[in-house]
């Protein structure tokens, strides 16, 4: 914000900052580059497929020790004492995180990897309630209203769900994007479960809500979501729920020259809506349980 402001203090610099949100909000010319640009390069894809795997591989293994179920279990012993109490206190812990290949970066040409992880804690709901509101995806444009538009479970089979989640977003200017996910939950213990949920489908959506509405072909678009994987933890103690949440993202890199402008921008959206996520789920839980 302060380069912001610095560049905008004098004339010509307020003339620039006008020009670039009048491109913005007529449609975003500013993210409107030359097609290839936009287009999801296969080295993008490829890359996070690789982070994909990888953080599978880091979840299984984690699961699988029965023990420090939450991130914050791996902080010093004073820093995770301090979280939670936070946590009690009804704060939502975030951080940003990267999975690495063999301590190296895993590059990703074209596109950018958004990593984030949160946790939450419930006072006085049980597993049972959390499952109910996280299953419950015809109510999820309730539960998660505005950024979720439209919900729907389109089927199920046992604890295999197939979904449909409108997003509408906004920062600037709106993107309302239609998505498809493949989730599947698995109940760990009576007290303890996690599910793994895949975008199948995300498709930028034109004039949303006009007459002349139609969604562009997924990944030929303004790359402002490309792919989207997420995996839940849920863990029933301390007289509530934690419940942690980690997403991985895929958007478009930050067009040349702009860096300074655009990326905090781009940057703020993943942790925002794993936030809104985490403190929306804790509010339609805590509604159930009063009930």
Same mark, same amino acid.
């Given at each position: 914000?302060? &380069? +912001?402001?610095? %560049?905008?203090?004098? =004339? %010509?610099?307020?003339?620039? +900052?006008?020009?670039? +949100?009048? &491109?913005?909000?007529?449609?975003?010319?500013?993210?409107?580059?030359?097609?290839?640009?936009?287009?999801?390069?296969?080295?993008?894809?490829?890359?996070?497929?690789?982070? *994909?795997? +990888?953080?599978?591989?880091?979840?299984?293994?984690?699961?699988?020790?029965?023990?420090?179920?939450?991130?914050?279990? /791996?902080? =010093?012993?004073?820093?995770?004492?301090?979280?939670?109490?936070?946590?009690?206190?009804?704060?939502?812990?975030?951080?940003?995180?990267?999975?690495?290949?063999?301590?190296?970066?895993?590059?990703? =040409?074209?596109?950018?990897?958004?990593?984030?992880?949160?946790?939450?804690?419930?006072?006085?709901?049980?597993?049972?309630?959390?499952?109910?509101?996280?299953?419950?995806?015809?109510?999820?444009?309730?539960?998660?209203?505005?950024?979720?538009?439209?919900? #729907?479970?389109?089927?199920?089979?046992?604890?295999?769900?197939? *979904?449909?989640?409108?997003?509408?977003?906004?920062?600037?200017?709106?993107?309302?994007?239609?998505?498809?996910?493949?989730? &599947?939950?698995?109940?760990?213990?009576?007290?303890?479960?996690?599910?793994?949920?895949?975008?199948? $489908?995300?498709?930028?959506?034109?004039?949303?809500?006009?007459?002349?509405?139609? #969604?562009?072909?997924?990944?030929?678009?303004?790359?402002?979501?490309?792919?989207?994987?997420?995996?839940?933890?849920?863990? /029933?103690?301390?007289?509530?729920?934690? *419940?942690?949440?980690? *997403?991985?993202?895929?958007?478009?890199?930050?067009?040349?020259?702009?860096?300074?402008?655009?990326? =905090?921008?781009?940057?703020?959206?993943?942790?925002?809506?794993?936030?809104?996520?985490?403190?929306?789920?804790?509010?339609?839980?805590?509604? $159930?349980?009063?009930?």
């Amino acid at each position: 914000m302060t &380069q +912001l402001r610095a %560049a905008v203090a004098g =004339p %010509a610099g307020r003339l620039l +900052l006008v020009l670039l +949100l009048c &491109q913005t909000a007529a449609g975003s010319r500013l993210f409107a580059a030359d097609p290839p640009v936009l287009t999801l390069k296969p080295e993008a894809s490829g890359a996070f497929q690789t982070y *994909v795997q +990888l953080t599978d591989e880091r979840n299984e293994a984690e699961l699988s020790r029965g023990a420090d179920l939450l991130w914050i279990d /791996e902080l =010093p012993s004073p820093e995770r004492t301090s979280a939670y109490d936070a946590l009690r206190r009804g704060e939502i812990r975030l951080r940003k995180t990267e999975t690495r290949e063999n301590t190296r970066p895993i590059v990703c =040409p074209g596109g950018m990897i958004h990593h984030w992880e949160g946790v939450v804690f419930i006072p006085s709901a049980k597993l049972a309630d959390v499952l109910a509101i996280l299953e419950d995806y015809n109510q999820h444009s309730t539960y998660y209203a505005p950024d979720v538009e439209r919900s #729907e479970t389109e089927s199920r089979d046992g604890e295999h769900f197939r *979904v449909f989640l409108r997003f509408r977003r906004h920062k600037v200017i709106t993107v309302v994007l239609n998505t498809e996910h493949e989730v &599947q939950y698995f109940r760990d213990s009576g007290r303890r479960a996690h599910s793994r949920s895949s975008a199948v $489908r995300i498709s930028e959506v034109e004039n949303a809500g006009k007459s002349d509405e139609r #969604e562009k072909t997924p990944g030929t678009d303004n790359g402002f979501m490309w792919r989207m994987e997420t995996w839940w933890r849920m863990e /029933e103690r301390d007289g509530g729920v934690y *419940v942690q949440s980690e *997403v991985v993202s895929l958007t478009r890199d930050i067009p040349a020259g702009l860096g300074w402008m655009i990326g =905090p921008f781009v940057n703020s959206i993943p942790e925002e809506s794993l936030a809104f996520t985490l403190g929306a789920t804790r509010k339609a839980v805590a509604a $159930r349980t009063r009930k």
